[in-house]
């Protein structure tokens, strides 16, 4: 469902799940992944869950990634991160259990969030989740292909 809404230009609203690839992309370098979360909250409603921010934070935490350095780097903490990631989404608790990527279970937690947030796509550069290509009709894009797309209904 695509919600349009008129102010000076037509502004067109999609909801979206992004996975952790995706977020820690767009945060910390400037492609595809960056350019999608430039939408948000203006163009595209970010959904997010518990599992997805409890990854992201593990992720960015661990000092023996390049993403406690890269936060230090660009004088952030990881507050700073969980604040802006939080405060850009909506928290949606998934309450169904979905199994549908055998090869690697935790990538059923995203299609949890993009599922009970009724999203329009779910973003990720994941391998096992591109190959279902779509779950329950939410297409499965990434970045650089979402953006593709956004940039057709805009027209």
């Not at 990881?78 to 199994?99: C, E, F, R």
């Not at 549908?100 to 947030?117: G, L, M, N, Q, R």
């Amino acid at each position: 469902m695509f919600i349009l809404s008129y102010a000076s230009n037509l502004v067109i609203t999609m909801k979206v799940t992004l996975d952790t690839n995706v977020i820690l992309s767009a945060y910390f370098w400037q492609g595809d992944s960056y350019k999608v979360m430039q939408l948000i909250p203006y163009e595209l409603n970010w959904y997010i869950s518990p599992f997805i921010l409890g990854e992201c934070t593990r992720i960015m935490g661990n000092p023996d990634l390049k993403f406690s350095h890269k936060l230090k780097d660009a004088g952030k903490t990881l507050d700073d991160i969980v604040t802006d990631m939080t405060s850009k989404s909506t928290l949606v608790v998934p309450t169904m259990t979905i199994h549908a990527v055998a090869k690697d279970p935790s990538d059923d937690h995203i299609i949890e969030c993009a599922y009970a947030s009724q999203s329009d796509f779910l973003i990720s550069k994941d391998y096992y989740l591109l190959n279902l290509k779509k779950y329950a009709n939410i297409p499965i894009l990434r970045p650089e292909w979402f953006l593709e797309e956004y940039a057709k209904k805009k027209q």
